[in-house]
């Protein structure tokens, strides 16, 4: 575990407070884990474009494809 002293401005500490509320968490850190965790998914798990997306559904229609298990 990492741990880190950060600023908040006032405005973001309310924010926090309140996710901390709404979603029933114990701590401010967890509020901002709980933050961050749902800012990065949306980061790290991107979707597909959707160009790509029609290309894999020709190509598993005309069955061009293997699987591996």
Same mark, same amino acid.
């Given at each position: 575990?990492?741990?880190?002293?950060?600023?908040?401005?006032?405005?973001?500490?309310?924010?926090?407070?309140?996710?901390? !509320?709404?979603?029933?968490?114990?701590?401010?850190?967890?509020?901002?884990?709980?933050?961050? !965790?749902?800012? !990065?998914?949306?980061?790290?798990?991107?979707?597909?474009?959707?160009?790509?997306?029609?290309?894999?559904?020709?190509?598993?229609?005309? !069955?061009?494809?293997?699987?591996?298990?």
């Amino acid at each position: 575990m990492v741990q880190a002293i950060i600023d908040l401005e006032e405005y973001n500490d309310r924010v926090l407070k309140i996710v901390k !509320g709404k979603v029933g968490l114990k701590n401010k850190s967890e509020a901002v884990n709980f933050v961050i !965790g749902k800012f !990065g998914e949306d980061l790290l798990e991107p979707e597909l474009r959707p160009e790509y997306v029609e290309k894999l559904q020709r190509l598993e229609k005309k !069955g061009k494809f293997f699987r591996y298990k």
